[in-house]
Structure formats: structure tokens, C-alpha cells
């Protein structure tokens, strides 16, 4: 069992930057693949980035690439995607998932997830 826990939303201007993590419980949480996704009012869930269980492949939606980074350190059971160059459409509330490939992940085939943490960015 996987439980995960983000943090770092906020409120912040358009041009600004931010870092969410996501803290993650359980031995296990170097084995699985982690990503984030977000969800705005009135709009799906979709998906913003992954990463492999090593750290070694990465995947980003085109409307964030150049902009967020994405990364984990397994010491520490913890995800970071840092966010820079924020704009108003990236305004939502943004959750971490967790498993068994980074396929599945970016797929929503994900065995856990956090109960998400808000980012507006105001213009």
C-alpha cells in the first residue's frame, strides 16, 4: 500500500515558478513509476508528466515541456515537479500518482493517488 501527499500549491503570479512534491509512504516507493496530473474547473483530468521508478525516463505533456521539470529522489520517497513560467491555464488542482510503469501512469492506469493540491496563477 502506497499512500501519497502533495504539497507546494499556491497562488502566485503569472511568470512565477513553483514546486509541488509529493511525499509518498511505504517501503515500496522506489518501484513505482510516479506522475502528476491536473484537473481545472469544468475540465477532465489530465496528464502533465512522468517518471520511471529509477528516475531514468521522464514523459511530458507538450503544453508543459520546457516549463516543468520533473523529478524524484527515492531517499527520500519524494516526487518534485518544479513549475516554471507559470500562465493562467495552468491554474488547477494538481495530483500525484503512483504505478507499476511509467506506460500505466501516463495512461491513468495508476494503483494510487494523492488527494491533490492546488495552483492558481493569476494573469
Known amino acids: 500500500q502506497v499512500q501519497l501527499v502533495e504539497s507546494g500549491g499556491g497562488l502566485v503570479q503569472a511568470g512565477d515558478s513553483l514546486r509541488l512534491s509529493c511525499a509518498a509512504s511505504?517501503?515500496?516507493?522506489?518501484?513505482?513509476?510516479m506522475g502528476w496530473f491536473r484537473q481545472a474547473p469544468g475540465k477532465e483530468r489530465e496528464f502533465v508528466a512522468a517518471?520511471?521508478?529509477?528516475?531514468?525516463?521522464?514523459s511530458y505533456a507538450n503544453f508543459v515541456k520546457g516549463r516543468f521539470t520533473l523529478s524524484r529522489d527515492n531517499a527520500k520517497n519524494t516526487m518534485y515537479l518544479q513549475m516554471n513560467s507559470l500562465k493562467p491555464e495552468d491554474t488547477a488542482v494538481y495530483y500525484c500518482?503512483?504505478?507499476?510503469?511509467?506506460?500505466?501512469?501516463?495512461?491513468?492506469?495508476?494503483?494510487?493517488w494523492g488527494q491533490g493540491t492546488q495552483v492558481t496563477v493569476s494573469s
Open positions: 500518482a503512483a504505478g507499476p510503469t511509467i506506460v500505466k501512469v501516463i495512461s491513468t492506469d495508476a494503483n494510487y
Open positions: 517518471i520511471s521508478w529509477s528516475g531514468g525516463d521522464t
Open positions: 511505504g517501503r515500496t516507493f522506489s518501484t513505482y513509476a
